[in-house]
């Protein structure tokens, strides 16, 4: 006589499991979008060091002599979110500012522009802050996101805190 009616939809079990299926998915999309993110970074840094180390060379194959500015330790690039490339105890106190008018300028004819190396600096250990990449008595260190990675522009890797620092030992003058 009463005809039982069936109900149609979905039982919370059902919901609940395509929410867990959709959670799954979000963190693995935004852990896949961190990873590109770093690269691109890490390739725009070794985009700009290539980029100096071929001016720095240059200079140096034309002038007999490094590129020395009004400070010795010059941070390369730009894009340095506080004006700085590095800083704390691990240079010796010192903090390397991303301006050297005299180094630009002597570089700069060997280079078009000043590539976007810098970003925002990252607390590495015991206080010391480093990003991007900086010339320091004939060497560029630079400095990748996270620990292992390919010191692609030549260097030796190490690992220094969250990041793998690269160090390029330049030829001398006379070598060239």
């Known amino acids: 006589m009463w005809a039982k009616q069936r109900q149609s939809g979905f039982t919370v079990v059902e ?3 395509v929410i867990v299926i959709i959670a799954i998915l979000a963190a693995l999309s935004i852990v896949a979008y961190n990873g590109i993110q770093q690269r691109a970074r890490n390739a725009q840094i070794v985009a700009g ?4 180390k071929k001016g720095i060379m240059q200079f140096m194959t034309v002038n007999g002599r490094t590129p020395h500015g009004a400070t010795s330790n ?3 690039g730009s894009g340095y979110s506080d004006g700085v490339c590095v800083s704390g105890p ?3 106190g010192q903090v390397i500012h991303a301006n050297d008018a005299t180094f630009d300028g ?4 060997f280079m078009q522009g000043k590539p976007p190396i810098g970003g925002k600096l990252v607390d590495i250990t015991g206080g010391t802050k480093v990003v991007g990449a900086y010339y320091w008595g004939g060497r560029i260190f630079y400095h990748l996101e996270g620990n ?3 010191c692609a522009a030549g260097g030796a890797p190490s690992n220094f805190g969250k990041l793998t620092r690269c160090d ?3 030829p001398a003058p006379s070598s060239l």
């Open 106 to 109: 002597l570089v700069g004819g």
């Open 168 to 170: 390029v030992t330049l």
């Open 90 to 92: 691990a240079v010796g």
């Open 148 to 150: 292992n990675q390919n």
């Open 49 to 52: 060091v290539n980029a100096y």
């Open 74 to 76: 010059i941070c390369l």
């Open 15 to 17: 919901l609940l499991i």
